[in-house]
């Protein structure tokens, strides 16, 4: 089993920056940052394995969101820039299940970050 736990989430203006961070235990094959608005499922935005550290992001974030993931704390990161309203949402760090998708097996509590034009 994974453990997932988010933190790092706040209310920032367009054009400011967040680091997300998710402290997990276990050994996951894959993690990931889901991202989730009212009315919608949860949408895959950046991904990583861990063996290897291949990454893959969504157009969206694609050039101003890094994922990364520090072995030695076993803490996923996922460092925001540019940050605009769309942005906005529920934030879900999770594990394993299927890679690169929207369809993970393990996921956090969430951590909501909100852009403000």
């Known amino acids: 089993h994974v453990f997932l736990r988010e933190s790092g989430g706040g209310s920032v203006q367009a054009g400011g920056s967040l680091r997300l961070s998710c402290a997990n235990s276990g050994d996951p094959f894959c993690m990931g940052w889901l991202r989730q608005v009212p009315g919608s499922k949860r949408k895959g935005i950046a991904h990583?394995?861990?063996?290897?550290?291949?990454?893959k992001y969504d157009d969206s974030v694609e050039g101003r969101f890094t994922i990364s993931r520090d072995d030695a704390d076993n803490t996923l990161y996922l460092e925001m820039n540019n940050l605009q309203p769309e942005d906005s949402g529920m934030y879900y760090c999770?594990?394993?299940?299927?890679?690169?998708?929207?369809?993970?097996?393990?996921y956090g509590q969430g951590t909501q970050v909100t852009v403000s034009a």
């Open positions: 999770a594990a394993d299940g299927l890679c690169g998708t929207d369809d993970y097996h393990y």
């Open positions: 990583i394995l861990t063996n290897g550290g291949h990454t």
